[in-house]
């Protein structure tokens, strides 16, 4: 059974970078699966922030290209997220899942979700 | 960019059918899935490839694509269905979820 758990600093400065941090279990990174990272707001729907693929290939939201980027550690089985120039608007509850590739395109397995708080 | 439509909200008596509908252009050529969330949890999905029913998701979750429009049908709704529902889709190498409908069972 997949299993997804992020981990990462709570709170972070305005202006600051965000970094996050998805372990996976039960399966290897190195499957066909992408590895994604979604975002809520509190209170709000759920944003598709992007994705990473075996050999490094990624996939962003447009609205967030310029400031992220998503990378896999193999060695480690895991995945991370880099959001800079952050605002108060990033804060949000962030998922780590696991996309189901072509052509299903749906997320399979989600971790639990972590809080990050951006304030000055 | 392409973009997913959902009603904000919709409501249903118990035993009722509840249908929750997504659109967007040329839907009915994507593979579209539906997302089940419940305060304080990560989303599950309900749906897949339009149609296709996980594994431990109750016979009363079905699904339908065509057109411009998906819809999520619960027949039978029970107290438990409440909840958020999102659609998603992907296009041109990137994911699209819908805005979200809150189902509300009363």
């Known amino acids: 059974q997949v299993q997804l758990q992020e981990s990462g600093t709570g709170l972070v400065k305005t202006s600051g970078t965000l970094s996050l941090i998805c372990a996976v279990s039960?399966?290897?990174?190195?499957?066909?699966?992408?590895w994604s990272w979604v975002r809520q707001p509190p209170g709000k729907g759920l944003e598709w922030i992007g994705e990473?693929?075996?050999?490094?290939?990624?996939n962003y939201n447009p609205s967030l290209k310029t400031r992220v980027t998503i990378s896999m550690d193999m060695s480690k089985n895991q995945f991370s997220l880099r959001l800079t120039s952050v605002t108060a608007a990033d804060t949000a509850v962030y998922f780590c899942?696991?996309?189901?590739?072509?052509?299903?395109?749906?997320?399979?397995?989600w971790g639990q979700g972590t809080l990050v708080t951006v304030s000055s | 960019s392409f973009e997913l439509t959902q009603p904000p909200s919709v409501s249903v008596s118990p035993g009722q059918t509840a249908r929750i509908t997504c659109s967007g252009d040329?839907?009915?050529?994507?593979?579209v899935a539906w997302y089940q969330q419940k305060p304080g949890q990560s989303p599950v999905v309900v749906i897949h490839?339009?149609?296709k029913r996980p594994s431990g998701i109750p016979e009363r979750f079905s699904g339908s694509n065509s057109g411009t429009t998906a819809t999520l049908t619960i027949s039978g709704t029970q107290a438990m269905d409440d909840g958020d529902y999102y659609c998603?889709?992907?296009?041109?190498?990137?994911?699209?979820f819908g805005g979200g409908t809150k189902l509300t069972v009363l």
């Open positions: 899942a696991s996309l189901a590739p072509s052509p299903q395109y749906f997320f399979d397995s």
């Open positions: 039960g399966v290897s990174v190195n499957n066909n699966n992408w």
């Open positions: 990473i693929y075996r050999g490094g290939k990624t």
């Open positions: 040329e839907l009915g050529e994507k593979y």
């Open positions: 490839q339009d149609n």
């Open positions: 998603q889709a992907w296009e041109s190498s990137t994911v699209v």
